[in-house]
């Protein structure tokens, strides 16, 4: 019997490491272009344990994720929600596609976990004035292969199951 | 979930429980603000003999002109207070500053937001006006118990009342969302604001002292279609580079908290 703690500490460091380069300060020309890392982190764990991460641990990062960007509480607690219930119920069939396939999906999910934050920063009044808030969307999937191959690799050298 | 976001934009009930979660997640700006911290100790440490003893000089000369500019300062400040007193108005005090340093940006590019090193434990309070030594920065909006977060003047949602430094002429400078640009607001075709004045802080709103510069106006368009002028100004502050920064404490507000 596989203790159920066990690893849990890679989801969480790779959540903490995420939030980090969510934070980086990133040149002018790219700032509209950052890929939402938590968001991919967070679709990764939900597919590959989606009986261990769900919509609890989207809530908990989704709340630091508000405080750290100083967003209204809920704008990316409500998004990463959404955005790990969609994954979680999807995971069967996220498994068996091929890698572009996956970045396709990915590329929507964040897609609408973007439509979520700019309908909650617009009732702030602060949203963007243009299509540009859904380049993340296009970066992160782009960035997919990168976090299935790094997060993949880590989870089987420490045997998280 | 929509009542947290609802709690969270419409009353201040979740203002304190904000506060202490934001002294939870400060872990992460820190190790978000490392690679900073790494060039910042790369260029104080790693530099050669020359440079050092080029800045000292260099340094030594901007000192003795500052002292020579402040030389007239006390006789001015007197005839200043002893002006104010005839014409029975309150004598303008002196602000008390504390340095801070910048640890981390706003990601999201819809705000115009940074995060300090000092907190309530440094007796920071929110509505704080923070300045850099060329201008208005912006004020404070959220304290934790470590860092507080200063929305800048160039916010979309952040004005400063301001008056034009050759004249008096009041007027509100609003953000425009775009680091390099203030706009002035409601300003009709004929009042004479020309390109190149600079605005300070008028002080009324009782939020920013009085007399800060905030920006230089950059262009001025009168169409006579408009029922006003259309005016830009760019911010006097580096908000994009400065790393360390002074945060004023006003003396009736310093007084209150």
């Known amino acids: 019997m596989v203790d159920r703690a066990h ?56 709340l630091a994720m508000d405080l750290l960007e100083g967003a209204v509480l809920g704008q990316n607690t409500f998004a990463l929600a959404v955005l790990a219930l969609l ?9 068996v596609f091929s890698l572009w396939q996956q970045a396709g999906i990915v590329f929507l999910l964040i897609g609408i976990h973007q439509l979520i934050c700019q309908w909650v920063q617009n009732l702030e009044g602060v949203g963007a004035r243009s299509l540009l808030f859904l380049l993340p969307a296009l970066s992160s999937a782009l960035m997919w292969p990168l976090i299935l191959y790094l997060l993949r690799g880590l989870r089987r050298h420490y045997q998280v199951v | 979930m929509g009542g947290l976001i609802t709690a969270d934009l419409r009353f201040n009930g979740l203002d304190r429980t904000r506060s202490l979660l934001d002294t939870l997640v400060v872990p992460v700006y820190w190790v978000a603000d490392i690679p900073s911290r790494l060039s910042d ?11 050092l003893q080029e800045e000292g000089e260099r ?7 500052l002292e020579g500019r ?22 303008l005090l002196r602000d008390d500053v504390v340095v801070a340093e910048l640890i981390g940006v706003s990601p999201d590019p819809v705000r115009q937001q940074v995060v300090l090193n000092k907190g309530a434990s440094d007796g920071v309070y929110i509505g704080q006006p923070l300045i850099d030594a060329n201008g208005l920065m912006g004020q404070v909006v959220d304290v934790s118990e470590f860092t507080s977060r200063v929305l800048l003047i160039t916010d979309v949602t952040h004005s400063v009342p301001v008056q034009v ?17 203030l706009e002035v607001h409601h300003v009709s075709a004929t009042t004479d604001i020309r390109t190149g004045d600079l605005l300070v802080s008028s ?20 169409d006579p279609g408009q ?25 009736e507000q310093a007084e209150a908290h």
């Open chain 2, 70 to 91: 402040t030389q007239q300062m006390a006789s001015l400040q007197a005839e200043n207070i002893r002006l104010r007193a005839l014409l029975n108005s309150t004598a």
């Open chain 2, 165 to 181: 430094n050759r004249n008096g002429v009041r007027a509100i400078a609003e953000g425009t969302g775009s680091l390099g640009a």
């Open chain 2, 227 to 251: 029922a006003f002028a259309r005016i830009l100004a760019r911010p006097s502050a580096a908000l994009d580079r400065s790393r360390h920064v002074l945060l004023v404490f006003t003396v």
């Open chain 1, 7 to 62: 690893g849990y500490w890679v989801v969480i460091a790779s959540l903490f490491v995420a939030a980090v380069l969510a934070l980086v300060p990133l040149p002018a020309w790219l700032v509209w272009g950052r890929p939402e890392w938590v968001a991919l982190v967070l679709v990764y764990w939900c597919i590959a344990l989606p009986h261990r991460v769900g919509v609890m641990v989207a809530l908990m990062s989704g």
């Open chain 2, 203 to 222: 002080g009324l709103g009782g939020r920013f002292p009085v007399g800060y510069p905030v920006a230089e106006v950059t262009a001025v368009e009168r």
């Open chain 2, 41 to 51: 100790w790369q260029e104080t440490h790693l530099v050669s003999r020359g440079t």
């Open chain 2, 59 to 65: 340094l030594r000369r901007e000192n003795l002109i």
């Open chain 1, 87 to 95: 994954s979680v119920s999807l995971y069967q069939r996220l498994r």
